[in-house]
């Protein structure tokens, strides 16, 4: 397997002696430095390298101008920011270019190895979570159902959709994800069946309309937490995490899903059909 080929720029010798052992000693080949925009153009172009790690304050243009500039050469650059200043406007501004990670010095030589291995092989990771995702909601669909109702739930099909609205039975339940890779659920019943659902959950009947969505928007909440634990057990690199839930509800509810190949699956419960619908993002993990 070839080493992943990094470029360093730092204006610091220091530093740049600092990065480059610790990348050589992370099983990396370092193709250069450079302490300066123009050195870093002239690199790029003389070797290609598969990331860059990238100082912030240099000489002439700071490293963010550079970043921009190396774009024009690669818009699928990949770079890593090591930089003694992280503060909110820079996160911002590194957020907007799309920066593939940023680190703080000193430097963890442990932290850039992962941030390197991490974007270097994001379809490898993705590709693994996308073959275990809908067995791990279905479990936690089923395990929901059979704890809180005491109910089977039967599946039947299960296909892949790329549509870029989702029409609902009439209640829908849309819960964010977050981690390595973004994403979301959607639980979809008739109303009729989330008024039942609420009405055996709640063991009395709803007080309202309000209780009955709030009843089948935890339910969906858990469901999800649950299929996210699961996956991430599995595989800590995931990190999965659910975000609070928003509610549709009306027969006309469209919901929409950019950019996002979904799996849905329809499944049969003692209160009617439920569909999951359950898709993610290609793209590296948001770093903080």
Not at 108 to 118: F, G, S, T, V
């Amino acid at each position: 397997m070839e080493k992943v080929r990094v470029l360093v720029v730092d204006d610091s010798p220091f530093s740049c002696s600092i990065i480059s052992d610790a990348l050589t000693e992370g099983g990396f080949e370092v193709v250069g430095t450079a302490n300066s925009l123009e050195e870093a153009v002239e690199q790029y172009r003389r070797h290609r390298p598969d990331v860059v790690t990238m100082d912030i304050v240099m000489p002439g243009a700071d490293g963010l101008e550079c970043i921009r500039v190396l774009r024009v050469e690669d818009p699928n650059l990949k770079v890593i920011i090591i930089s003694s200043m992280k503060d909110d406007e820079l996160v911002q501004e590194a957020r907007k270019l799309h920066v593939a990670g940023y680190l703080q010095k000193p430097l963890d030589n442990e932290a850039l190895i992962a941030a390197i291995n991490r974007i270097m092989a994001p379809d490898e990771i993705f590709e693994l979570l996308d073959s275990m995702y809908l067995d791990a909601f279905k479990d936690a669909l089923a395990n929901t159902m059979t704890k809180v109702t005491k109910t089977l739930t039967e599946f039947s099909d299960s296909r892949t959709v790329t549509a870029v609205q989702y029409r609902s039975l009439g209640v829908a339940v849309v819960v964010g994800i977050v981690g390595r890779y973004s994403g979301r659920m959607i639980f979809d019943l008739a109303p009729q069946s989330a008024e039942e659902l609420a009405r055996v959950a709640l063991k009395r009947d709803p007080k309202n309309q309000d209780e009955i969505l709030a009843t089948v928007g935890e339910l969906a909440n858990i469901i999800c937490g649950n299929a996210c634990s699961a996956l991430n057990r599995k595989h800590r690199e995931f990190g999965l995490r659910v975000t609070p839930p928003s509610i549709f509800h009306g027969t006309s509810s469209e919901i929409s899903s950019p950019n996002v190949e979904s799996k849905l699956v329809n499944s049969e419960t003692g209160f009617g059909q439920i569909i999951l619908d359950i898709g993610f993002q290609r793209g590296t993990e948001a770093w903080t």
